[in-house]
């Protein structure tokens, strides 16, 4: 870390020196251990440096390993009869920050969250997904409230019925969370929607053949959006980015793939690319082979469940870990929500925590007009929503689904 004001900008941390002026054969001329970490005086232009100690532990010079856990790694799975128990109160995620903090770490580790007692309205769906950041628009739109349509641009907007697959597979950075609220289930029947945790199913691939977890894991495939929009045209997509990406994606690709670097699942049989590229006749059997296999795990019991999704209870997502699907339906049914960038929702997680580890510092504790100011908020989200609860609901709240419902039913097909 630079002390000099003329090395780094004060408010931003960005560097404001050139280091490529600077003498390579620069030499220190004053190394000095304090309490802080290693302060040295630089031989040219009386630069200073600080390296705190908790910081050079974790920065081992010319170490090639990862100096700390990447945020995809920590993660744990739920049994599927314990899916629907992974959930966060709507108040505590809007009216408080430890809330937030809980909520966020919930979908980080565990993939996803239900969030009873939600408004059964897009407002407070849209609310509840800006809470943690902007919402990520796409050639869809941003915030999306949806029945189905007789000329769709994707499947998602017809009821027939969708497999395990995640979003946006044809981005070079899909989407990172995903958003589920329905406000009216399916009238005539159906529209169960289905999840399953990739993480937890590579894990266990890669235990019953590495060879298929490994093709899986280097083999690149191609994916595309081709029924979008007039205003984008044919959604071509990441065939133009060396063939697209493999299905799984790891930390340190440098060594041979293995579950515990995992990061990123992408996987949507319906818009994989036809490809020519395949390494050799061989390496393509192998593929499919290793596909088919990939394929009957996620769509297991072990791993995949069923939900019937309620209004007033929304799902969020981890989409690059969480599979997602649905049953065929009959009727009509309305889903509303939206996507937020993994960058956005994993600096949002790292801001909450900071700034709760600093509240709990000593001294930390809030002035009186910082707990006045808090409290006139939260007094005009309330009035707020008691204007909102004033206004007609087009679609009644319902019941959280029962602990068990839906689970250990037979999987569609
Ligand atoms: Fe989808």
Not at 305 to 326: E, K, M, V, Y
């Amino acid at each position: 870390m630079h002390l000099c004001s003329n090395c780094l900008h004060t408010h931003t941390g960005q560097r404001q020196v050139n280091t490529f002026e600077l003498d390579p054969d620069i030499q220190a001329t004053d190394v000095n251990s304090t309490a802080e970490g290693l302060r040295i005086i630089w031989s040219q232009g009386q630069h200073q440096s600080l390296y705190p100690w908790e910081w050079l532990s974790k920065h081992i010079p010319f170490n090639a390993a990862p100096t700390a856990k990447h945020p995809r790694q920590d993660w744990y799975h739920v049994k599927p009869a314990s899916a629907q128990n992974v959930q966060t109160d709507y108040d505590t995620v809007m009216n408080s920050d430890a809330g937030l903090g809980v909520f966020l770490e919930q979908i980080r580790t565990t993939g996803f969250s239900f969030v009873p007692n939600t408004p059964a309205t897009p407002e407070a769906t849209e609310k509840l997904l800006q809470r943690i950041a902007f919402i990520r628009p796409t050639q869809y739109g941003a915030f999306w409230d949806f029945t189905s349509e007789v000329k769709p641009v994707d499947t998602a907007y017809t009821n027939l019925e969708l497999p395990l697959h995640t979003d946006t597979t044809y981005f070079n950075d899909p989407a990172g969370l995903q958003l589920f609220h329905c406000l009216q289930v399916a009238t005539e029947g159906g529209g169960q929607s289905t999840f399953s945790d990739t993480f937890a199913a590579a894990a266990q691939l890669y235990k019953i053949n590495p060879d298929y977890y490994n093709i899986l894991s280097s083999v690149r495939i191609a994916s595309h959006a081709s029924g979008s929009s007039s205003t984008f045209g044919s959604f071509m997509n990441n065939a133009s980015h060396a063939g697209g990406f493999p299905v799984f994606t790891h930390s340190v690709p440098h060594i041979r793939p293995h579950p515990k670097n995992l990061t990123h699942v992408r996987w949507n049989n319906d818009d994989r690319h036809s490809s020519t590229q395949w390494p050799s006749h061989e390496r393509m059997i192998v593929w499919y082979r290793a596909a088919k296999v990939w394929q009957e795990l996620l769509a297991s019991k072990e791993f995949q469940w069923q939900a019937q999704l309620q209004p007033g209870t929304p799902i969020i997502f981890d989409n690059w870990r969480i599979a997602h699907g649905r049953t065929a339906f009959d009727g009509q049914r309305r889903i509303c929500g939206g996507y937020i960038g993994m960058d956005e929702f994993l600096a949002r997680g790292r801001m909450i925590s900071a700034r709760l580890r600093a509240d709990a510092q000593p001294g930390s504790e809030k002035t009186s007009e910082e707990e006045k100011n808090e409290e006139k908020v939260k007094k005009e989200q309330e009035e707020e929503e008691k204007i909102e609860k004033e206004q007609p609901e087009t679609v009644e709240p319902d019941v959280l689904p029962q602990k068990d419902e839906g689970l250990d039913r037979p999987i569609a097909s």
